[in-house]
């Protein structure tokens, strides 16, 4: 089995770039052995939908999975714009 983390660092690797803070895990478990990886452009509803159907542990996409890029808190103005 292979980890999110070994996953993180052979695109780490590969890319010749070392994932800055707005990059890299998100949610869930670094640590957690992975069966199958859906990537995708973005993290959209479908995309997610089909990850789960095929069994996959891991999402890697390369759009934030919030829009606009970051906003997490819908107490902020930008947040409740877009929530």
Known sequence: MITVNEIAAEVERLC???????EGVHHGSPNKNING????????PSAIE???KAGHDLII???SLFFPN???DSSDEIGRAHV
């Open 70 to 72: 970051g906003v997490v």
């Open 50 to 52: 089909s990850a789960g």
């Open 61 to 63: 996409c390369h759009e």
């Open 16 to 22: 010749e770039h070392t994932l800055k803070n707005d």
């Open 37 to 44: 990886v859906t990537i995708c452009w973005m993290a959209t």
